[in-house]
């Protein structure tokens, strides 16, 4: 295409715009870029069909910065993200390009944060204001976001917003929106939801599609490693080593693990920290700043605290636990391979979890091979390398005049061979552990294509009459274990939560926050009785002094949830208490208003601004 070869100056952008191009490295334009810029230059609507990874924030970013009216105080662009992560992304990079028009202010606004400082913020006139959906509708109730100088109105990651349950926050925002803004809507996907909102609220729009990023998918290398669980562990250290990597990701399931995994890292002497929802919104981002200054190599995370990092450095995204489904994993190997550099991912997985495996293949279309491990011959000699690598970095870049010296006089004095001095020194350094590894001391991968014909009839869906039966019977097995742990009545313990029905609380509040805050599975939480006000709930004995601390000042509804743990007989004893999907809500039909309120509480603020509600279910 032309388009390739046209330079941003090209497209119509102006000199600050181009100075800050010039400065944050960019030569030419992307496709998206060159194909978005000159119609949202000239106030066109869009509609742009492109994922992450194809520069599409700078597409709408650069024009609509250009647009904007210096002179006037007040919000002219609002970009809807779907995450605090994207938007506070997003709005790095507004601050990056508009680093030569000192007269613009960009304002991130989202959920979780203080009011106080989004409200000054605003007052101080940001013009641009890059927020989440619940956090944006919320301003605009108060009265402290008006839209009524809005030029542009850019809803980021579409599909994403609808998938996390933001797209009646979004219709809301679109409502409120003066008639004659120009709209620029972004999704990787089309669902008929997003195609209605386009339908009723974009005018003579321009409807670019950039290729399901092809070259990204072609640039990210995917591999599946399958061992026994008791072998993970074992599987990860080999990987780590084994693999030439920058900075890499691994994606776990549970807070928990985040944790465990970094403390077991870290003392094999990588630089790795956790990243999860537990941490503060500081404490993330300083997380995620270490990773791309290189002060950590790895990161541990869960999903949700993931969401759009986009770091450069990260070479790979190791999946330690197989992802919850096929959207999650393609979300969570989209962390390398960015910007058409070249990813590895490699999916730790077990012989129970291939069924899960054998949907994502079938949904990402991809048929993912087994990871190539080196022999026991090249890892042996790989180790070699790299502990005489290490020998000479530290002759060359230590000061070593006095050991030196040192072992002079012990070769001198004491009449000792200097090889052996050094073999001595090189085993003390190694802890005594052997340098070369032995057959046991290695991982080798099943190959899913060996594993039984049953299962492989059960990979392509071929299984009949008696087998099927026999398939599925073993499916639910397979789904169950999935689950991990199921706690039995007899290991859970009473709570009693402060809110209740005059809190318009339904069951649905409470699994979502006791499922998000302390990383209960959902399944594992017992029978919920609401009454006016209060609530009672049965959870696995246990519960940390530290998690229990922290789901107190969990907010429900927008309400502290007062949670503390009852003797065994409180609770049991209330009589007029509703079950938990049983009884209606007593102030009557309000459904909707309560939606709206149960999506602005502050949960949706802890991890990932996102509504509480209850986990998705594994694969079938
Ligand atoms: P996005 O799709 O907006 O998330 O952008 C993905 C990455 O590409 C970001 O790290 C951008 O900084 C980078 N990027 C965007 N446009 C360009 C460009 N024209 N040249 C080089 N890098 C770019």
Redesign the pocket.
């Known amino acids: 295409m032309t388009q390739q070869s046209q330079s941003f100056a090209d497209l119509g952008l102006k000199q600050p715009l181009l100075d800050a191009?010039n400065k944050?490295?960019?030569?030419?334009?992307?496709p998206i870029?060159a194909q978005a810029i000159p119609h949202l230059l000239n106030r066109h609507d869009i509609l742009g069909q492109?994922?992450?990874?194809?520069?599409?924030?700078?597409?709408f970013a650069l024009p609509t910065l250009q647009n904007i009216d210096l002179s006037l105080r007040g919000v002219q662009v609002l970009v809807l993200a779907p995450t605090r992560e994207l938007a506070i992304?997003v709005a790095d990079?507004y601050k990056d390009y508009a680093q030569f028009m000192p007269k613009v202010n960009v304002l991130p606004i989202y959920g979780g944060a203080d009011y106080r400082t989004q409200i000054n913020g605003l007052k101080r006139g940001a013009q641009i204001v890059v927020g989440t959906p619940g956090r944006v509708m919320d301003h605009m109730e108060k009265g402290t976001l008006k839209l009524d100088n809005l030029q542009a109105l850019v809803l980021d990651e579409a599909d994403e917003m609808l998938r996390m349950g933001f797209i009646d926050d979004v219709e809301w925002v679109l409502s409120h929106t003066p008639q004659e803004t120009q709209i620029a809507l972004f999704s990787a996907t089309m669902p008929a939801q997003i195609k209605a909102i386009t339908e009723k609220y974009l005018k003579n729009e321009v409807v670019i599609q950039i290729a399901k990023k092809a070259e990204t998918a072609s640039t990210i290398e995917q591999f599946y490693l399958c061992v026994e669980s008791s072998q993970k562990m074992a599987g990860l250290r080999q990987l780590l080593e084994i693999e030439d990597r920058d900075a890499t990701i691994i994606f776990v399931n549970t807070k928990a693990m985040t944790e465990e995994l970094a403390s077991k890292l870290n003392y094999r002497g990588h630089k790795a920290a956790a990243l999860n929802g537990d941490l503060q919104q500081k404490q993330r981002e300083r997380v995620i700043d270490q990773l791309k200054k290189g002060m950590i190599d790895i990161v541990i995370a869960t999903d949700v605290a993931a969401r759009g990092i986009?770091v450069?450095r990260i070479s790979h995204v190791i999946n330690y636990d197989l992802p919850h489904d096929s959207e999650s994993y393609v979300h969570r190997i989209g962390r390398t391979g960015?910007?058409g550099r070249s990813g590895k991912t490699i999916l730790l997985m077990t012989p129970r979890d291939r069924r899960s495996f054998g949907f994502i293949e079938k949904d990402t279309k991809t048929t993912i091979p087994m990871y190539p491990m080196p022999s026991l011959t090249d890892i042996n000699a790989q180790r070699v390398a790299h502990f005489k690598q290490r020998i000479v970095s530290e002759m060359e870049h230590k000061n070593l005049e006095y050991l030196e010296q040192m072992l002079e006089e012990m070769y001198q004095n004491d009449d000792l061979d200097l090889i052996s001095i050094a073999a001595a020194l090189a085993s003390m350094s190694l802890n005594n552990s052997p340098l070369l590894l032995g057959k046991r001391d290695t991982v080798a991968s099943i190959d899913l294509a060996t594993l039984s014909s049953r299962s492989s009839r059960q990979r392509d869906g071929r299984g009949r009459g008696r087998d099927r039966n026999k398939d599925n019977r073993r499916n639910r097995k397979d789904r169950d274990e999935n689950q991990g742990d199921r706690v039995s009545r007899e290991d859970m313990e009473n709570y009693r939560l402060g809110v209740g029905y005059r809190d318009n609380i339904k069951p649905g509040h409470i699994v979502g926050a006791i499922a998000n805050e302390a990383g209960i599975e959902g399944y594992n939480i017992g029978p919920i009785n609401i009454s006016d006000n209060h609530t009672d709930v049965m959870l696995p004995k246990g519960m940390p002094a530290e998690v229990l601390k922290h789901l107190q000042k969990t907010r429900i509804n927008g309400k502290l949830s007062q949670i503390e743990q009852m003797d065994a007989d409180t609770s049991a004893s209330e009589g007029n208490n509703r079950k938990r999907s049983g009884g209606k809500d007593r102030r009557g039909n309000q459904e909707r208003r309560n939606k709206r309120d149960f999506k602005k509480s502050p949960h949706k603020g802890r991890d990932g601004d996102k509504p509480v509600r209850r986990p998705r279910k594994k694969f079938d």
């Open positions: 191009l944050v490295g960019y030569s030419e334009p992307s870029q492109a994922q992450t990874g194809t520069g599409k924030t700078a597409a992304q990079a986009d450069e960015r910007a």
